[in-house]
């Protein structure tokens, strides 16, 4: 198949995470699946669903023409079950990464490991495609940002960094999700605000960051 012009962010399934209708102490929960179709001709997926939600991903990917054997590398933004349960599923994939964690069956790489929260490791060939720490939901988080995309911006694949897009007016969403450093997540948030004009979230569509969602975000960190 032809490598795209621009690098492709798809979002394959949007995530949820609400309270269980039926059980007020449980909660409903599937995280967002991204698909990105490098201009270099990998193929990455970030974040994969539960582990009963195979058959729904194998079929995902066909509608985009790929099988599960295309996909290049698998990107977790986190390790919690539901970004993390059909990573069984890329076999072919050169490098799976949970969090800041890098492996290839029982090989572990140096990656994310130099302390520098501002390290990032390039996943394309052509530098446009990177994942870098984005600690706050877990310490470990990482977002993968793209550049050069067909949305005509930066897109940031942000897992539970951000829950959805209505948690940048009420943090509580964010929040009341669980988070191991909620100062660390406030100051990513408005990194990932000035770096990104799309964010994916963790449990919801993608969204398209206005002017005075930035400025939220920075007001929000300053408060750290």
């Known amino acids: ?6 690098n492709q962010v798809i979002v394959l399934q949007p995530g949820y995470s609400h309270e269980d209708e039926n059980d007020e102490t449980a909660m409903r929960a599937n995280c967002t699946c991204t698909l990105i179709r490098c201009r270099d001709g990998q193929n990455i997926i970030v974040d994969t669903m539960t582990a009963w939600d195979g058959d729904l991903l194998q079929s995902l990917l066909r509608h985009q023409g790929l099988e599960v054997e295309d996909i290049h590398v698998v990107v977790c933004t986190h390790g919690h079950s539901d970004h993390i349960g059909c990573n069984y599923l890329f076999k072919k994939a050169r490098i799976h990464m949970v969090g800041a964690c890098a492996s290839n069956r029982d090989l572990y790489f140096d990656h994310l490991s130099s302390g520098d929260i501002n390290e990032k490791k390039q996943l394309d060939t052509n530098g446009e495609v990177v994942v870098k720490r984005t600690p706050g939901h877990t310490l470990s988080c990482v977002s993968v940002i793209v550049q050069s995309t067909q949305l005509g911006g ?21 929040r009341n999700a669980g988070s191991e450093d909620e100062n660390s997540q406030r100051v990513e948030r408005s990194k990932m605000g000035l770096l990104c ?3 994916v979230p963790g449990h919801g569509p993608m969204f398209s960051l206005t002017t005075e969602m930035r400025v939220k975000l920075k007001r929000d960190a300053e408060l750290s």
């Open 154 to 174: 930066t897109v940031g694949i942000a897992g539970d960094l951000f829950e959805r897009r209505e948690d940048v007016e009420d943090d509580s969403i964010w």
């Open 1 to 6: 198949m032809t490598a795209p012009a621009k």
């Open 197 to 199: 004009d799309h964010i």
